[in-house]
């Protein structure tokens, strides 16, 4: 958060209009045009450039202004404050037509290091890109002048990896590989010597510097790396730093060019595996070609990281760098055996070691992500069993670490990069399912879009059913988190809880023989399908005091994506039995939900519209679930607090109840749904008097009507019973207790669409065919058609059996 003061100075500054932002560029050009700038010029560049960056919508300065600032920048007796402020201000203005700077002949490599920054900012509209690489590897070639450093160059050439790999030639690439070889394993291992800064006592006697330490303190005895400690550093230790730094975009960029295939010639496995183990002796004997004795001292120097990441560090922030470090120093060597497989072998023992001696510390949970990754990659390779390397990865972590948002978010990344590795080498990624979704319950805003990636490879016929209830349950997962992590934190003398008490708090419960087992089963760690989740009734109703939480909210707003997204990509492997259980599953679950109102909603609006759509995949389940449907369907209650479900449902019925989906469908078949419909229409349209009428959604009464009339088409001896049914709509809209808990255009909708069923009755043969098409039209583009079409069809025979005064038909 920024002070009150920052607030006001950023406000003016976004504020600031451009005739203000000119006339202040003026009063700028003139300081910078003085004798010499100083600080006043400083203090109008500071503003000039806050001015310029503080809004998001594109500054533009006058041409003349732009080619002052040029020239300040590029002129030897420009402070070098003065030169950093105009370079921050010509790349907050890029890109820019009126930009005339070049880098060729530049040699003091502090200026090229701004220079090239703002040209790098340019966009590569005129190949910048490319001539600033070029200019830079050109001046790190040869040996710079005295006074010069190399290390204002490698952040540019960073850059210019990052945005144009492509610019540099491999005759260049190959003498930059050379250098970064250098610069990594031959960097002093004395300490630097503090600058002077000036005045009298600027040259106290001069002691020889000391060599560098380790993080504990101890002389370091080995090459300097990162994690070497010193109080002052050389050139040559800043340079190591940097290479470091940048050596894996280095690698994933250069280091497998022109690489031949290793060991093309073996004839088999077994030969491939001796040569690979023979080249893992030392390289030193031998001259290696750039790129691979740059991967060598890479190698080292990674094993020198992890090596030095053992030790106990005197400093949090020196144990806060090991961790980084050691995350770093295990991709590059999975990088280095990507590109070489010889080093697999020297890797596989060393990681093995690092992770037993890591695995029981959480602090380093996120250095276990890339030997995860090493060993997915590499396993097969070195012929190793890693499952145990997976198993406390998906097992432990999860489970203990789930609220850290840093490491969740890593963890579901890292998952979703790896999945289809996973999935092809190892069956603990799909079996630890439950644990990923605690990251997904606790963290929800950030991970849904990760978690929509991930989804489709955690979903198969063995864990679609389990996924199905676990996502309808994770707003309850998240308040059962939110009760673990609070009686993880009480002190030990308040953890114990009596079994005779019945509990009445979620902290109590917890800890109670009565809920316990059901807590474990909410946060188990891996997939338990013969679990019936039934057993969460109770505690459901318990944790319904923490669904007003924030975390709990939010959590439930993503399961209806999630829940269409899961359809989506079942519906792609389901078969006839998977689907019939999904339905069977949707309607029992609709009673059992978490008591968030909103959420609720949303849940029945998704299960309605995918209710449709395995309905429309196997149409025959209406047939063969025919008891489970017509339990539902034949509850009243079911109309007011779940009406989207019933409607679609009741719709469905209508629809794949027939012969020409499922030759099993009979004419008794049909009149029991019949009889259950008819009763239910008959129960919420039965008049009642005044104070007593409840009030139903006009949408579930038009679907009843209307699945009635497709049934009587299908069966005509009911077809009299739903004509004189129809007929009684009329009375029914026009009792004055209807009309007062109903609005007039919802009476008008029902009693026109009762008028068109009943009409459309009236000549059997058609509503036969409209409803009831042959089995070889029931899936053609015609009927289709007919079915789009229907209301202006139910309109238009209206008309022709009650035309309207004026119409001639024909």
Not at 161 to 171: A, D, M, N, Y
Not at 414 to 441: G, M
Not at 758 to 766: A, G, I
Request: charged residues 20%; proline residues 6%; hydrophobic residues 40%.
């Amino acid at each position: 958060m920024f002070t009150a003061a920052a607030e006001s100075f950023l406000k003016q500054a976004r504020e600031i209009q451009e005739e203000e932002l000119r006339r202040f560029a003026s009063r700028v050009a003139a300081v910078l045009q003085g004798p010499e700038p100083g600080p006043e010029a400083a203090d109008c560049l500071q503003r000039l450039h806050l001015s310029v960056a503080a809004s998001k919508y594109p500054r533009r300065l006058d041409g003349k202004f732009v080619d002052l600032l040029q020239t300040v920048l590029c002129s030897p007796k420009s402070p070098e404050q003065i030169q950093l402020l105009c370079a921050a201000i010509l790349r907050e203005m890029s890109p820019c037509n009126d930009l005339t700077l070049s880098c060729d002949e530049i040699r003091d490599t502090k200026l090229l290091s701004l220079v090239s920054s703002v040209l790098l900012a340019q966009g590569n509209k005129k190949a910048e890109v490319s001539a600033v690489g070029q200019r830079i590897v050109k001046v790190l070639e040869r040996r710079l002048p005295e006074g010069q450093s190399a290390r204002y160059l490698l952040p540019v050439l960073s850059n210019v990896i990052r945005l144009s790999p492509e610019s540099l030639t491999e005759e260049q690439t190959n003498v930059i590989s050379k250098k970064m070889a250098d610069w990594l394993r031959y960097a002093s291992t004395q300490q630097g010597v503090a600058q002077p800064s000036g005045g009298f006592f600027s040259t106290p006697r001069t002691r020889q510097p000391g060599p560098v330490t380790e993080v504990d303190g101890a002389i370091a005895t080995d090459f300097f790396t990162v994690l070497s400690v010193g109080q002052y550093y050389t050139e040559d230790q800043w340079l190591n730093v940097q290479a470091f730094s940048m050596l894996r975009n280095w690698l994933l960029c250069y280091g497998a060019k022109g690489l031949k295939p290793p060991n093309s010639d073996d004839k088999s496995g077994m030969d491939r595996s001796v040569v690979s183990v023979v080249s893992t002796t030392s390289t030193a004997g031998r001259l290696l070609p750039p790129k691979d004795r740059l991967r060598e001292k890479a190698f080292e120097y990674c094993q020198r990281l992890i090596e030095q990441s053992n030790r106990r560090p005197l400093k949090k922030d020196d144990g806060d760098l090991q961790k980084a470090c050691l995350i770093e120093a295990v991709t590059i060597m999975d990088i280095i055996c990507e590109q070489d497989s010889s080093y697999v072998y020297r890797s596989v023992s060393f990681l093995k070691v690092l992770h037993s001696r890591i695995s029981g510390d959480a602090t380093y949970a996120r250095a276990l992500l890339p030997i995860a990754r090493f060993f997915l990659n590499h396993g097969k390779t070195a012929a190793v069993d890693s499952d145990a390397i997976y198993k406390h990865l998906f097992t432990d972590i999860p489970a203990q670490l789930f609220h850290n948002p840093s490491l969740a978010f890593e963890f579901v990344q890292f998952c979703k990069d790896n999945t289809q590795l996973f999935t092809e080498t190892s069956s603990v990624f799909r079996q630890s399912f439950p644990n990923l979704f605690k990251f997904l319950a606790w963290n929800s805003p950030p991970l849904i879009s990760e978690f929509v990636n991930l989804l489709p490879f955690l979903l198969d016929a063995s864990t679609a059913i389990e996924i199905f209830h676990l996502l309808l349950d994770l707003p309850c997962l998240t308040a059962a988190l939110d009760v673990q992590l609070r009686s993880t934190a009480l002190p030990t003398s308040e953890r114990a809880c009596d079994p005779a008490v019945k509990p009445t708090t979620c902290l109590e419960a917890f800890r109670h023989p009565q809920y316990k087992s059901m807590f474990q089963y909410l946060l188990r760690t891996k997939s338990a399908p013969e679990e019936a989740p039934q057993r969460l009734i109770p505690l459901r109703q318990l944790l319904g005091s923490l669904s007003s939480s924030p975390r709990v909210v939010q959590c439930a707003e993503t399961v209806p994506v999630l829940l269409e997204l899961f359809f989506r990509v079942v519906a792609e492997f389901a078969d006839a039995r998977l689907i019939n259980q999904l339905v069977v599953l949707l309607l029992q679950r609709s009673d059992q939900l978490y008591e968030i109102p909103a959420f609720k909603d949303d849940v029945y609006r998704v299960l309605s519209s995918q209710l449709v759509m395995l309905c429309k995949l196997r149409p025959a389940l209406v047939v063969e679930l025919s008891t489970e449907i017509l339990e539902f369907s034949g509850t009243v209650s079911n109309i007011q607090n779940k009406e989207a479900i019933f409607t679609h449902l009741v719709w469905a019925v209508g629809e794949y109840l027939s012969v020409s989906y499922d030759k099993r469908c009979t004419v008794e078949q049909i009149s029991r749904f019949f009889e259950t419909l008819e009763a239910m229409l008959f129960e919420i349209t039965q008049l009642r008097p005044l104070a007593s009428t409840p009030s139903y959604a006009p949408r579930a009464i038009s679907v009843l009507m209307a699945t009635l009339t497709k049934l009587a088409a299908r069966s005509q001896d009911l077809i009299p019973r739903v004509s004189m049914f129809l007929s009684k709509m009329r009375t029914f809209v026009q009792n004055p207790a209807v009309t007062s808990v109903y609005s007039e255009e919802d009476l008008e909708e029902i009693l026109i669409r009762a008028t068109e069923l009943m009409n459309l009755l009236k000549m059997p043969s058609v509503a036969q065919f409209v409803f009831t098409p042959p089995v070889d039209v029931a899936s053609t583009r015609f009927q289709r058609e007919v079915n789009e079409t229907l209301p202006f069809a139910l309109r238009i025979v209206t008309r022709l059996l009650e035309p309207a005064p004026g119409f001639v038909p024909g």
